[in-house]
């Protein structure tokens, strides 16, 4: 596809002075779990989501309301700064609500939020890793694979380094800059396991604010990428055969499991967790089964298991946790495409059940 936009020409414009006044980009997730945002100016720069206007939509072109009642009401909840516009323009994470006040169906922020303060007093941090695809939209393959026919199967590509090894690494680098820009909480990138696949890791995050820097890098990664004319894919498996599926490994410590003794604590939260495995997996990402067959590094959906260093394992237990005996663990089942809400609520809600 070629590129619609012409940077130089854009940027001709975007250096022309904006006033006193700020553009705003509200960003929500629709009923596929999908990006969605549109812009408002305000008149002064906001400091915090809560000094921004709510603001509406029409649900009914979103698949969020029916056409007689269609408005769905956003509450700017996380505040950003915007890299594509720059200067003072800021994007906002939102949630929706009803027009009676009550939290839209859709908006899994709301449920996840109160858990998470119920627990403040643990200090539950999050690192996720977002593995996902780029793809060509010309040929709907994986970019950089070629037109007819396969790439050398799997091997040389994880953290490769080289032509023929590594396909769209201006759009990883764009995105890692743009999230530190933003404000995001990026700890690091790699190049995955299949070509044309990629992960970035965001954290550690206390609480909700994982859920929140995830959904923004997910909304930077998508808008750098419509810059290059390039697709992102965050289909568990998106390409069937023998080639690696993708995921969102949730890393998760509380306060009593990085103190002495941590190692303890970490394996009562996974007791309590594998008495839940299937509420877990109802959770854990749409066509996950695709993904969890118990090859290509995972552990099969229909059993719970967990080891230190194990990657075949549902959780793993890191080596040097193991060994220090204080730290996190790692939950491999959540799917690249879950909403962190659902899943790092679910987490906390099972951690702290009662004995
Ligand atoms: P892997 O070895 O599984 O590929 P990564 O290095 O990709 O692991 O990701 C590990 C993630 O765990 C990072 O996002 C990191 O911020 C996060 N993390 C590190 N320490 C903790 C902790 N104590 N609690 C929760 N998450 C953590
Ligand atoms: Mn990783
Ligand atoms: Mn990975
Ligand atoms: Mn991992």
Redesign the pocket.
Known sequence: MAVVSNANLLSKYLDLDQGEKVQVEYVWIDALGQLRSKTKTVESVPQKASDLPEWNFDGSSTGQAEGHDSDVLMQPVALYNDPFRGGNNKFAICELFNPDGTPHKTNHRHACAKIMSAHADQKP?????QEYMLFDPETSKPYGWPKHGFPEPQGKYYCGVGAGKIFGRDIVEAHYRACLHAGVNI??V?AEVAPGQF?Y????CEGIVMGDDLWAARYLLERVSEDFGICVSIHPKPIKGDWNGAGC?T???TLA??EEGGLAEIEKAINKMAARHNEHIAVYGEDNDQRLTGRHETGHIDQFSYGVANRGASI?I?RHVGKEGK??F?DRRPASNIDPYQVTGIIIESIFLPE
């Open positions: 941090w999050f690192g996720i890793e700890s690091g790699n992960e890791q965001v954290g550690p490994h890393n998760v410590s499991m990085r793993r890191p730290g996190y790692e």
